[in-house]
């Protein structure tokens, strides 16, 4: 079973500029989840999406949001950008039924710069 | 607000002998907690989780203690290897709609050959 698959892997974008990472979770895993994680503020949680409904939020601003196809697969767009939003961006998805439905699997990351 | 802290920012050991992690929380309405393992730019590899009902779980070289009383948990791995090498992160995750992972900030693990 392939595991989650995000895009792009880095992306060099300038202040002001908008844009839009893509997760693909695991093969019948309907919530997936983004993550940010900095230096400075560790991974920190910004939303979770389950059938194409946001079910959960972080305290992250406005500029941050998502959204959720019928297969499942989510992408999270930041307006706006700022020099702080330079992170690694990382997708989760777990499924909900079972013992196992409060592991979150990850993807490899999207490595955001902003100039 | 930290609800869920790891306050040894890096741990070495020698191969072969015991790595043991730890990890605090305050926020008693947690239900779940896992340890994941991270290599850089690479996304946290789930290890292993155990619930609140719970007080230990094993699987393989690695096990999970939980005390709910102290609000401390720790992972052990035996034996050590130099492929445990990387930074883990302890999190914790409450349910019926409130799985979101709350991560502590880390510990880089060292094993020494």
């Known amino acids: 079973k392939a595991g989650v698959t995000q895009t792009p892997r880095y992306l060099i974008k300038t202040r002001g500029q908008q844009v839009t990472l893509s997760c693909s979770p695991i093969?019948?895993?309907?919530?997936v989840s983004w993550y940010q994680q900095t230096p400075g503020q560790g991974l920190q949680f910004l939303f979770e999406?389950?059938?194409?409904?946001?079910?959960n939020k972080g305290n992250f601003p406005g500029r941050f949001s998502g959204r959720q196809f019928s297969n499942s697969r989510s992408e999270m767009n930041v307006s706006t950008l700022e020099l702080g939003d330079s992170a690694l961006y990382l997708c989760?998805?777990?499924?909900?039924?079972?013992?196992?439905?409060?592991?979150?699997?990850f993807g490899a990351g999207t490595r955001l710069s902003v100039l | 607000d930290q609800q869920v802290k790891q306050n040894s920012p890096s741990l070495s050991v020698q191969e072969g002998r015991i790595s043991i992690l730890n990890c605090d929380y305050t926020?008693?309405?947690?239900?779940?907690f896992l340890w994941y393992k991270k290599y850089p730019a690479e996304g946290p590899t789930f290890l292993i989780s155990?619930?609140?009902?719970?007080d230990k779980n094993e699987d393989g070289r690695f096990t999970v203690f939980l005390n709910k009383s102290a609000k401390h948990l720790s992972l052990h791995i035996v034996p050590s290897q130099p492929g445990d090498s990387a930074v883990y992160f302890c999190?914790?995750?409450?349910?019926?709609?409130?799985?979101?992972?709350?991560f502590g900030t880390g510990t880089r693990l060292t094993i020494i050959p």
């Open positions: 989760a998805s777990r499924g909900l039924a079972g013992s196992a439905k409060n592991i979150q699997y």
């Open positions: 093969s019948g895993h309907r919530s």
């Open positions: 999406y389950f059938s194409e409904t946001q079910r």
């Open positions: 926020n008693s309405m947690f239900d779940y």
């Open positions: 155990i619930s609140s009902i719970k």
């Open positions: 999190a914790a995750s409450g349910d019926f709609g409130n799985e979101k992972l709350t």
